[in-house]
């Protein structure tokens, strides 16, 4: 079984910063790809960016070149650097894990609200 816990969001102005932390507790590998989503009212959950065991990652477009998704495997955490938030931004950021193979499994954070305005 698989918990994660994220931390860091808040409110930020336009064009701010905010770093986002998922720490990931039971048991976790490499072989597990982990990835922020985020929710914003009246919308469906989306991704946001994901990271695989040996570091490839993978943006929305329309944070492409703001977000920076880094992963820590021997720690155990996963982080979302967000630069030039923008207003759009503003949303509940989940935590992802999900393994593939004969059974995917997938687990979920509680999420952490992030809403940008001046």
């Known amino acids: 079984q698989v918990q994660l816990v994220e931390s860091g969001g808040g409110l930020v102005q336009p064009g701010g910063s905010l770093t986002l932390t998922c720490k990931a507790s039971?048991?976790?590998?490499?072989?597990?790809?982990l990835g922020w989503y985020r929710q914003a009212p009246g919308k469906q959950r989306e991704l946001v960016a994901t990271?695989?065991?040996?570091?490839?990652?993978d943006y929305a477009g329309s944070v492409k070149g703001r977000f920076t998704i880094a992963r820590d495997n021997a720690k155990k955490l996963v982080s979302l650097q967000m630069d030039n938030l923008k207003s759009e931004d503003t949303a509940v950021y989940y935590c992802?894990?999900?393994?593939?193979?004969?059974?995917?499994?997938?687990?979920w954070g509680q999420g952490t609200q992030v809403t940008v305005s001046s």
């Open positions: 992802n894990a999900v393994i593939a193979g004969i059974v995917t499994n997938e687990f």
């Open positions: 039971g048991t976790i590998t490499r072989a597990y790809r």
């Open positions: 990271v695989n065991g040996v570091g490839d990652t």
